[in-house]
C-alpha cells in the first residue's frame, strides 16, 4: 500500500496545532520542544556554582573589611552599597522566574509565577519612594497616602488568588519545593526572616548594616534560586502539563 507523504505531513501539522491551541495563545505562540541536556554540561554548570559562591564570599569579605575599616554607615545606609546591590540582584532573578513562567508548563510554568510576583513583592519593599518624590505633584500625593503599601497589598493579594486559581498544581509545586536543588530559595527566606524579625531590632549603624548584609545575601540566593528554576524549563518530570503527568 502506498503512503501519502504529504497527507502524513499535513496530519502531523494539524495534531501539532491542537496541542497548541490547548495550550493557550501565549503558551501556543512559545510552544517548544524538551532537549534533554547534554552530560558535558555538568561541568560547566559545576563552575558557574563555583563562581558564583566564590562572589558571594568575596562580596561577604569585602563588606565585613569594610565594617572593620570603619564603614558600616556608608555601606548600610539607606540608598547605600548594600540596598543597592540588593535592587540589582533582584533584576535577573525576576528576569530568570519570568521567563520560566513564559517558557514552562505545568508546576515550572506556576512556580515561575508565583515566585516572580513575590520577588516583585521584595523588590516593592526595598524601594525607597521617598527618594523618587519631586519630580511630578500626582507622584508625591500618591506617595504621601501610601502609594508602597498599596502596591505590596495589591501584589500580594494577586499572589494569592493566582495560587488558588491553580490549586491543582500545589501537589507538583510541594515536589518542586522539597528537591534538594531549592535549597537557595528556601534559604532566601530565612534569611529574610532573620533581617527582619531579629535584626531590624538591632540599634546603631553596625546593627543597620549586619540586617543589610543578611538580606544582600538573601537577595543573591534568590538569584540562585531563579537560575536553578530556570534550568526546569525542558524538564521531562517537572516541565510537562497536569494531564501528561496523570
Given at each position: 500500500m502506498a503512503l501519502d507523504v504529504h497527507r502524513v505531513d499535513a496530519s502531523a501539522k494539524t495534531v501539532e496545532h491542537i496541542f497548541s491551541a490547548r495550550a493557550g495563545p501565549l503558551e501556543g505562540t512559545l510552544a517548544r520542544s524538551h532537549p534533554v541536556p547534554a552530560s558535558g554540561s555538568r561541568p560547566l554548570s559545576f563552575l558557574a556554582w563555583a563562581?558564583?559562591?566564590?562572589?558571594?564570599?568575596?562580596?561577604?569579605?569585602?563588606?565585613?573589611?569594610?565594617?572593620?575599616?570603619?564603614?558600616?554607615?556608608?555601606?548600610?545606609?539607606?540608598n547605600g552599597p548594600l540596598e543597592n546591590a540588593q535592587l540589582l540582584l533582584m533584576v535577573p532573578a525576576l528576569a530568570l522566574f519570568w521567563f520560566a513562567w513564559l517558557r514552562g508548563l505545568g508546576a515550572v510554568r506556576v512556580a515561575?509565577?508565583?515566585?516572580?510576583?513575590?520577588?516583585?513583592?521584595?523588590?516593592?519593599?526595598?524601594?525607597?519612594?521617598?527618594?523618587l518624590t519631586g519630580g511630578s505633584a500626582w507622584f508625591d500625593w500618591l506617595v504621601a497616602h501610601g502609594l508602597q503599601d498599596g502596591l505590596l497589598a495589591f501584589f500580594g493579594l494577586a499572589t494569592v488568588l493566582y495560587l488558588f486559581l491553580q490549586r491543582r498544581f500545589i501537589w507538583g509545586l510541594l515536589q518542586?519545593?522539597?528537591?534538594?536543588?531549592?535549597?537557595?530559595?528556601?534559604?532566601?527566606?530565612?534569611?529574610?526572616?532573620?533581617?527582619?524579625?531579629?535584626?531590624?531590632?538591632?540599634?546603631?549603624?553596625?546593627?543597620?548594616?549586619?540586617?543589610?548584609?543578611?538580606?544582600?545575601?538573601?537577595?543573591?540566593?534568590?538569584?540562585?534560586?531563579?537560575?536553578?528554576?530556570?534550568?526546569?524549563?525542558?524538564?521531562?518530570?517537572?516541565?510537562?502539563?497536569?494531564?501528561?503527568?496523570g
Open positions: 563562581a558564583i559562591l566564590l562572589a558571594i564570599i568575596a562580596f561577604n569579605g569585602y563588606a565585613i573589611e569594610q565594617l572593620r575599616a570603619g564603614d558600616a554607615r556608608v555601606l548600610g545606609r539607606e515561575g509565577a508565583l515566585l516572580a510576583m513575590i520577588g516583585t513583592i521584595a523588590f516593592t519593599r526595598e524601594v525607597d519612594f521617598d527618594s518542586l519545593g522539597l528537591r534538594w536543588q531549592a535549597w537557595p530559595c528556601v534559604a532566601f527566606v530565612l534569611l529574610l526572616a532573620t533581617a527582619n524579625f531579629y535584626l531590624n531590632d538591632l540599634t546603631g549603624s553596625t546593627g543597620h548594616f549586619w540586617e543589610e548584609l543578611v538580606e544582600t545575601n538573601g537577595y543573591f540566593l534568590f538569584a540562585l534560586a531563579a537560575w536553578q528554576h530556570s534550568k526546569l524549563i525542558g524538564d521531562p518530570e517537572f516541565d510537562s502539563p497536569l494531564e501528561a503527568r
